[in-house]
């Protein structure tokens, strides 16, 4: 006889995927969530330590290398002009190859992209340093070397982001990421001092050989680590264009309604907070006088409370709701942006009330940019994560200098203060109006208890209606029809 279909199990099945579709937490091409690539034992950790070992060496060693350049353009030139053509030279390359690099991050294997962006950094910086040893110290060759190393920076970061969840399993993200980024925190702490002692004790070609040596470490790193191959994309899979696969990823950020808000929200977070990050030292100077001591203790306080924050993160290990807890961090951090702006005005306000509150936003710092990555290293299927943290990076490196050249300009109308308290109260309504938003978007983290109920619901119709029963129910039928 022919077989009715359960109503029930039907409609249940149909709520939870109008719920799905609404959070947008559903993929949006119709496959299944990231696998697990990562190893289930513990052999994850040790292939972890060396790989994130390898790549912290490399960015000291970087770190090292770019405020030494630094400090050498501003000794030997004295410019202003140079010293924007450093800053750009820094800045727009990785920015151009961000898109790209997303797409070679999904397209090849992200190991060896990670391999021959450090190799190409480390080839170009010692070539120059051998021309630097024989004499030839043209200006122009600090402009390129310090571009080449800006477009591997930008192949290297959507791809070290993106092998993160094929190294680490799924409940070790938080941990690894926080840990990481702590760490580099206290490189960038310790990068200006070390920076500076090099350009006073050793000739540029030496310097330039740190970076070398560094770079070499962590290729050595990656040589040495198996990394599961990310299974998600089949290897027939037909290659489209590379314009076209950037296209995609594109698209697919668009589609997944709650991977866009988060982006948009951090994009505009990202230029509101530019004041702080680029006014800083001009603010300090205006409110608390010429003394380099000021700019040292507020760099201090920052990277010392990222350091901090990091750390924390880390002894957490998890968070259930990682959209609550970078939302909340970001409302906390627009508070901190009011008070800097508040202590502007406070004539008994000093330098170290000022870095303690450098110090606080530190702190919190890595509670929103650790939840953030995790959320989509954990939510964006593994073929768009490339193009996903591509698109990320190029909004955290463009927004600032966007930012600096609309609030550097009217630091010299209205006061700093002024401009930080603005920015702050911004951020705080962006946060509050978004509310709604999220809590829709992210229903499934904000209110687990009713997909809990309805996923249970359904298993319990199913096993209700499983074949046994279905079988008694047809019996049934087939007495009532021959009486």
Request: proline share 5%.
């Amino acid at each position: 006889m022919e077989k009715k279909p359960n109503r029930l199990s039907e409609g249940i099945d149909l709520e939870i995927n109008n719920r799905e579709n609404a959070t947008g937490s559903a993929p949006q091409d119709n496959e299944a969530q990231p696998s697990e690539t990562a190893p289930a034992d513990r052999s994850w950790v040790r292939t972890a330590i060396i790989m994130f070992s390898g790549q912290l060496a490399s960015q000291l060693g970087s770190a090292i290398v770019q405020f030494a350049l630094i400090w050498y353009v501003t000794l030997r030139t004295n410019s202003g002009l140079a010293m924007t053509f450093i800053t750009l030279a820094g800045y727009v390359p990785q920015l151009l190859i961000a898109p790209l690099a997303g797409v070679w991050a999904d397209r090849y294997s992200r190991k060896w992209v990670m391999i021959i962006s450090d190799g190409s950094i480390a080839l170009a910086t010692l070539l120059v340093a051998i021309m630097f040893l024989v004499g030839y110290d043209a200006m122009w060759l600090i402009y390129i070397v310090t571009g080449i190393r800006s477009f591997g920076s930008g192949i290297h970061s959507p791809a070290i982001t993106s092998i993160v969840p094929q190294v680490v399993p799924r409940h070790g993200l938080v941990r690894t990421n926080a840990i990481y980024h702590g760490a580099s925190n206290i490189i960038l702490l310790a990068a200006p001092a070390l920076g500076g002692v090099a350009v006073s004790l050793m000739p540029m070609w030496q310097i330039f050989l740190i970076d070398v040596v560094t770079a070499t470490i962590a290729i050595f790193c990656l040589f040495v680590i198996k990394i599961p191959e990310d299974q998600s994309v089949p290897e027939d899979k037909p290659k489209t264009s590379q314009w076209q696969e950037m296209v995609d990823g594109f698209k697919y950020v668009r589609s997944h309604k709650i991977v866009f808000a988060m982006l948009t929200v951090y994009t505009v977070f990202m230029i509101l907070i530019s004041p702080g990050a680029a006014l800083l030292p001009l603010y300090i100077r205006r409110n608390f006088g010429l003394d380099p001591f000021n700019i040292t203790i507020t760099q201090v306080a920052i990277f010392s409370g990222m350091a901090l924050g990091g750390l924390l993160v880390a002894k957490r290990g998890e968070f259930l709701n990682k959209v609550h807890t970078l939302r909340m961090a970001g409302g906390i951090i627009s508070l901190i942006m009011i008070a800097l702006g508040l202590l502007g005005y406070a004539s008994w306000a000093v330098i170290w009330m000022f870095s303690l509150v450098l110090f606080l936003f530190g702190l919190v710092v890595p509670f929103y940019t650790t939840n953030s990555t995790v959320f989509l290293q954990e939510e964006v299927p593994r073929k768009y994560q490339g193009r996903t943290f591509a698109l990320q990076y190029m909004v955290g490196s463009f927004a600032i200098p966007m930012g600096t050249v609309f609030f550097g300009p009217l630091a010299d109308i209205v006061s700093i203060q002024s401009i930080l308290i603005a920015a702050g109260i911004a951020q705080l309504l962006v946060i509050i109006v978004t509310r709604p938003l999220f809590h829709r978007l992210a229903a499934h983290l904000y209110y687990p208890e009713q997909f809990s109920v309805s996923k249970d619901t359904k298993v319990k119709a199913v096993t209700d209606t499983g074949p046994d029963k279905q079988k008694a129910t047809g019996s049934d039928q087939d007495t009532t029809k021959s009486n």
